[in-house]
């Protein structure tokens, strides 16, 4: 009997440490797959989401008998179009053709595995024989100065071509640029803004914010096209930022209004034509033309002032026949 609990000790025993790896003490592998540059396709609160069907025109304005051509992202990949109201039509690889009738057509995408869909809006009018559409053209460094501390370049990424600058954080410490905080939106071809298809740039430590000490999103359709900042006297600290951004109407090819957008560490903030430049010591910026948007920024930072900055500006490219790709 004696023998047989003993045989049993030692089975038991052995299940125990053949189910713990025999007793040897194993590192698990590292998954930890962040770096310091992160470009994201999330909302705000920078919770990554998974891509959803996606559609948009290359126009969303069309004169008699024009046509454009329907971009779809996400999904599965294979697609179905089909006009479900109005009129006109579209083609198995998503070419849409207007009517020679004043009006609006409803195009839905269908995803032929998943089965879900989305439904896109065209207007059709008899005015709109000479709308076109506006790409987004070559790029140009446009300022660069030496020690420079941090800066972004959506140029660097791939999936961020046909995107605009829209909102912008900073966070500075020990007279250090610490972080940088960037979202980002496509740019259609009408000139509107997809706020449904934005991403998030992060460069750094950003805080408990997740965004910088201060961040401002311009209005909505603005596009960036100047950007500046002052650090307070002991550099620990951003005194101030300012946003410039232009709207434009991508059917004319044409700026239609700009914005400047200030935010201050006291919490004042504001948006309008003309707000001046900030008075405060070390303030330093960058501005462009309205028409060549921000595609890259950078500043460094000495003491209580901002020594250098760095930009990098995209052309505009109007289409007068419309159909842009993007």
């Not at 008899?126 to 020690?147: A, H, Q, R, W």
């Not at 991403?199 to 408990?208: A, E």
């Not at 460094?300 to 007068?320: D, E, H, P, R, Y």
Request: glycine share 12%.
């Amino acid at each position: 009997m004696k023998t047989k609990f003993l045989l049993a000790l030692l089975i038991s025993a052995t299940s125990i440490l053949s189910a713990c790896g025999g007793g040897k003490k194993t590192k698990a592998a590292s998954t930890d797959k962040s770096s310091d540059v992160d470009v994201n396709n999330t909302p705000d609160n920078n919770t990554p989401t998974i891509a959803a069907l996606d559609a948009y025109a290359g126009s969303s304005l069309l004169g008699h008998g024009e046509s454009t051509s329907i971009t779809v992202i996400g999904g599965s990949g294979s697609y179905s179009f089909s006009v479900t109201s109005g009129s006109g039509t579209v083609t198995s690889s998503g070419y849409y053709t207007a009517p020679n009738t004043d009006g609006f057509a409803s195009i839905q995408v269908l995803d032929n595995y998943s089965y879900d869909s989305v439904t896109i809006s065209i207007e059709i009018t008899s005015s709109s024989s000479t709308v076109g559409c506006t790409e987004l053209g070559s790029t140009s460094v446009v300022k660069s100065d030496p020690e420079i501390e941090r800066s972004i370049d959506l140029t660097k990424y791939s999936q961020l071509s046909g995107y605009v600058i829209i909102g912008v954080g900073f966070r500075i410490l020990d007279s250090d640029v610490k972080a940088i905080y960037t979202k980002v939106a496509r740019l259609l071809g009408s000139g509107e803004i997809d706020m449904n298809d934005t991403y998030t740039y992060r460069s750094g430590d950003l805080g408990n914010t997740g965004k910088g000490e201060l961040y401002i999103q311009l209005p909505s359709n603005y596009m960036l096209y100047g950007v500046g900042m002052a650090v307070e006297s002991t550099g620990q600290d951003l005194e101030i930022m300012k946003l410039y951004g232009a709207r434009l109407d991508g059917t004319t090819g044409e700026i239609t209004n700009t914005t400047e957008c200030y935010f201050d560490r006291h919490g004042n903030s504001g948006c309008s034509n003309s707000t001046g430049t900030p008075s405060a010591a070390g303030y330093n910026q960058y501005v462009g033309e309205p028409s060549r948007p921000l595609v890259g920024f950078g500043f460094g930072v000495k003491v209580n002032k901002v020594t250098a900055v760095w930009a990098k500006q995209q052309t505009l490219v109007f289409n007068q026949s419309g159909g842009c790709s993007n």
